[in-house]
């Protein structure tokens, strides 16, 4: 296990102790029984009381964590998004409150104006646990319903695999250029897990090949 999830699991450890007053050793000990199946903060942000008792809890801790984490996702979901959208991380951040942590695939847009203000968040798209079909006309869709002028678009792997498959890709062609028809641009589209992103334009050379391809057109109908 990398020194980061360690680490992780350890804070994890020390909060079901302050949370639900179960002793540490004991929650090690079940903490890491449920990562041999799942990631533990995936579990616990999805389990149900009984489930918890089933990981080793009682029917009192498991009640009184369900209700921290009932009230910590409120709180999470309460605090404002950043108002302007200029750099991958934080659209990645507000991408992972969003989807980051779903069980199946979700496809997510963030509208933007010409200023990059954030004007909105919407979820456009939901999958299975390996794929999620997102429609071009549903993703642009969603940017003029909302006035923008445009998106930073991102689905999440809940395999937590960050790697784009050749679908992935396609439907970033397809946006750059249906984007560039419609005046309404593309400015990103991230992979995202819990803890990690990818950024597609950083990453990867696909709107460079979109304005080389939209500038060998430009030149054949000008020749």
Do not use: Y
């Amino acid at each position: 296990m990398e020194e980061l999830d360690r680490f992780r699991l350890v804070e994890l450890d020390i909060l079901l102790n302050q949370v639900s007053g179960i002793p540490k050793s004991k929650a090690t000990r079940i903490t890491k029984k449920i990562a041999t199946e799942i990631n533990p903060w995936i579990f616990f942000k999805n389990a149900t009381s009984w489930q918890m008792e089933d990981a080793g809890f009682t029917a009192t801790q498991a009640l009184q964590l369900c209700a921290a984490i009932a009230l910590g996702k409120h709180c999470a979901f309460a605090m404002p998004a950043p108002d302007l959208i200029v750099e991958p991380a934080i659209a990645a951040a507000i991408f992972q409150q969003m989807i980051g942590e779903c069980s199946v695939e979700k496809f997510a847009v963030l509208v933007l104006d010409i200023k990059n203000h954030l004007l909105a968040k919407v979820i456009t798209a939901t999958g299975g646990v390996a794929e999620c079909i997102a429609a071009p006309r549903e993703i642009f869709g969603a940017v003029i319903w909302h006035g923008g002028s445009r998106c930073v678009v991102a689905h999440n792997h809940p395999s937590g695999d960050l790697t784009p498959s050749p679908e992935d890709l396609a439907l970033t062609r397809a946006l750059i250029s249906g984007g560039k028809i419609l005046h309404l641009e593309l400015q990103d589209h991230i992979i995202v897990t819990a803890q990690s992103f990818k950024s597609l334009r950083t990453d990867t050379n696909l709107w460079n090949e979109s304005d080389k391809r939209s500038s060998a057109v430009i030149e054949l109908v000008k020749n």
